[in-house]
């Protein structure tokens, strides 16, 4: 079963998980994302949002991040009793993703769910078409859903319970659109919160958070100022970056 918790620093959220529970989460992802690569989908952002985070996972189970073990149980006395010989500790891969980005995935992903439906198998399926059954959908929601609530328990243990239970209660009665979203934005919360002293990471997190559950004016003069460049460079929000928005070299999780 996955495990998450807040790293050292308050920077991110830590998930740990076996071979397998990172690989049916990586291909959950993947199945609900789809193939479509189009910038001009609703859920384009929140697409690309899982797999920034996919892609590490998929790094985490291939060695490429932390690796530790831990105790799985097996004694010489079980052993003996099924005559089998097997290892008493098993393998578990370990990988961070900053706060404001797994936040995002959580809320945004309920939203996409309905949209993500159309890849996988329907009654108005083409002839020859192959699509991923409905029982994977129904699996890989299950499996994304308990990647959001990892994200929140993670959450709750720095800013407490009561806190956490307010911005829940702040998303769920918002009526905010995770459609179109700029992610320009969780760049410009991560950074923020990168840059926060560790004293102030906490109050900083939290107010994070409350952002991502209900987009402040900011967010929407800085969608508005995208769409303006958009159309000037005739390209879509996605396309463009902004230079001031600049990841440390290295990050103290």
Not at 106 to 126: H, I, L, T
Request: glycine share 4%; aromatic share 14%; with cysteine.
């Amino acid at each position: 079963m996955l495990r998450f918790k807040p790293t050292e620093h308050l920077t991110g959220v830590t998930i740990q998980g076996d071979l397998q529970d990172f690989y049916e989460l990586t291909e959950s992802i993947y199945r609900i994302t789809g193939i479509v690569d189009d910038p001009t989908s609703a859920y384009y952002g929140v697409r690309n949002t899982l797999l920034a985070i996919c892609y590490d996972i998929r790094h985490a189970y291939m060695g490429d991040r932390d690796i530790f073990t831990v105790e799985n149980g097996m004694n010489q006395e079980i052993m003996r009793w099924h005559k089998m010989i097997t290892p008493t500790n098993n393998v578990y891969y370990s990988v961070n993703v900053l706060f404001p980005l797994a936040i995002f995935a959580a809320v945004s992903m309920q939203q996409a769910f309905p949209s993500a439906r159309k890849f996988y198998e329907s009654k108005n399926m083409e002839e020859g078409e192959h699509l991923p059954p409905y029982s994977d959908y129904v699996h890989d929601k299950a499996y994304l859903n308990q990647f959001a609530a990892g994200v929140w328990q993670a959450l709750g243990e720095v800013i407490g319970g009561l806190e956490l239970e307010k911005i829940i209660r702040s998303w769920e009665n918002s009526y905010d659109s995770y459609a179109c979203y700029a992610t320009q934005y969780i760049d410009k919360c991560n950074i923020e919160l990168l840059k926060a002293p560790l004293e102030k990471r906490k109050d900083k997190l939290r107010n994070i958070a409350k952002r991502l559950v209900k987009a402040p004016q900011a967010y929407y003069t800085l969608l508005r100022d995208l769409r303006t460049a958009a159309k000037e460079y005739n390209t879509d929000i996605y396309s463009l970056h902004d230079s001031r928005l600049e990841y440390p070299e290295e990050i103290e999780w």
